[in-house]
Structure formats: C-alpha cells, structure tokens
C-alpha cells in the first residue's frame, strides 16, 4: 500500500492549525461574554444591568439623540453595532437617569460615549470626535 502523497499531509497540517486559530479566536469572544453574563457583588451581571437602564431610559430617547447614537456607533464594524449600540445606550442611559434628566441630550451621549469605551480605545474616540467636530472639551477629564 502506497502511503499519501506530501501535498495531502501539508494540507492535513495546514488546515489543522486553521482550525485550532478559529477555534480560540472563537472560545475567546465565548469566554468574554462568559464574564458579562456572570452575577457581581450585587447579584446582577453586567448585561443585566445594560438592559436595566436601556429599559429604564428608553422614555427619555428623542428622534435627535437616537441619530446621534447611530452616527457615535458609526465607526464600529457592523459586525459588532449592535452589541456596542446596546452597551453605550446603557450608559448613556445610566447618565441621563441619574442625572435627572427628562430627555437624552447630546451632552448625555457624549459623556455615556467616552464612559461606555473602554480607556485603550479613547485615542480612536478622541479623533472621531474631532473629525465630526463634536464638542467633548467639558468631559476631556474623561479621556484619562
């Protein structure tokens, strides 16, 4: 019996480290939202407590702040748009809510923006910022 050519067992090779690589980018991204859902101190995970105040804030949305939303989650890939609209809606929410606000304004989504994006992330934030030319000079204290 003759044994398999070289080629096939390179392939063999190849697409076994293929699979592996997928394998843990994929365990990875599984394994972070793993954590959100996983109760804190207080008994809520983080995803339980997005959906409070998505819920909790939804009445204060106007048609102007839902538009700035979307043009603030506009550099996300849209693979993961919703997932990030979701999560800075939350926290724009919190801040209006606490805030005591009966609308969203554009201020509240500026400040929920620079909140809800995580620190390795604010120089990309700050130059989107600046290309759309939006007012962030009062929450600068934010951008650590």
Request: aromatic share 14%.
């Amino acid at each position: 019996m003759k044994n398999a050519p070289d080629w096939f067992m390179w392939s063999i090779g190849f697409w076994t480290i293929v699979m592996v690589l997928f394998m843990t980018v994929g365990g990875y991204f599984m394994f972070r939202k793993f954590l959100k859902v996983l109760p804190q101190k207080d008994g809520k995970s983080k995803l339980d407590w997005q959906n409070y105040w998505v819920e909790r804030s939804r009445p204060l949305w106007t048609d102007q702040s839902k538009a700035f939303l979307e043009k603030l989650v506009s550099p996300v890939p849209s693979a993961f748009r919703d997932i990030a609209r979701h999560s800075i809606a939350a926290k724009i929410g919190q801040v209006a809510v606490e805030s005591g606000a009966s609308q969203v304004t554009e201020q509240h989504c500026i400040e929920g923006y620079i909140l809800a994006t995580p620190k390795r992330d604010h120089k990309s934030l700050r130059d989107f910022l600046d290309q759309n030319q939006i007012d962030y000079s009062s929450y600068r204290h934010l951008l650590g």
